[in-house]
């Protein structure tokens, strides 16, 4: 049974630093990997897909890492904003299935 | 429309009435998913879509929760005889096409339903 954890919980840094928030799934038969952040009272947006073939995917500061070998991705957050204060989700399809199992999140406060 | 919308996009209503939740998604995209995010909690499945069928029910709660999708295209969640643990945000999402490889998920700003 798919089963994905974030860590940390919550974080709390200065702007201007640059972050690593984790992710690992205990099921490495994974399609891809999904990174999403969610707003307050908002729906999710969708910061990065990476494929099962690929290793690293980028967007703008964001760099996401998948391992799947050992069941992990990291999101990778440089020169962080207070705009980037959001919950960071990931997201892994259950084992030959198209259902979704997400991480409980990491809620990112950066200060200003 | 550009993205995926839901409404209504708030819902009060008495313990044992009846809800219907409404997505529209982004417009193509064969794959349609909801999901429940109760306070605190992460993310819960209910089910899936690809095109007007539902391979994937195993997230429904109980008998009380069924959805339907006509044309491809808008779906609607049913809650009947609603309880006070239904109160979540019920999310909608969607995707490109059937191949789980290469198309990520895009997700409506969600309805927050609230029984009381």
């Known amino acids: 049974k798919q089963e994905v954890t974030q860590i940390p919980a919550a974080l709390s840094v200065p702007e201007g630093e640059n972050l690593v928030l984790n992710c690992s799934f205990t099921d490495s038969a994974i399609y891809n990997l999904q990174w999403f952040r969610q707003d307050p009272g908002k729906g999710l947006t969708s910061l990065l897909l990476i494929q099962s073939s690929q290793r690293e995917q980028t967007s703008g500061r964001l760099n996401a890492s998948l391992d799947k070998s050992s069941g992990r991705s990291t999101l990778y957050i440089a020169a962080s904003q207070p705009g980037d204060s959001a919950t960071y989700l990931c997201?892994?399809?259950?084992?030959?299935?198209?259902?979704?199992?997400f991480g409980t999140g990491t809620r990112l406060k950066v200060l200003a | 429309g550009a993205g995926v919308s839901q409404s209504p996009s708030n819902k009060v209503t008495e313990k044992g009435k009846d809800v219907e939740l409404r997505c529209d998604p982004i417009?193509?995209?064969?794959?349609l998913y909801w999901y429940r995010q109760s306070l605190g909690q992460g993310l819960e499945f209910l089910i899936y879509f690809q095109g007007n069928s539902a391979p994937d029910k195993s997230g429904l709660p109980s008998d009380r929760f069924s959805a339907e999708r006509t044309g491809g295209s808008v779906s609607t969640l049913t809650i009947q005889r609603t309880q006070q643990e239904d109160s979540a945000v019920y999310l909608c999402a969607s995707r490109a096409s059937g191949v789980l490889s290469y198309n990520e998920q895009f997700f409506g700003p969600g309805t927050r339903l609230t029984v009381l």
């Open positions: 997201a892994v399809p259950a084992s030959g299935t198209y259902k979704y199992i």
């Open positions: 417009s193509g995209h064969t794959a």
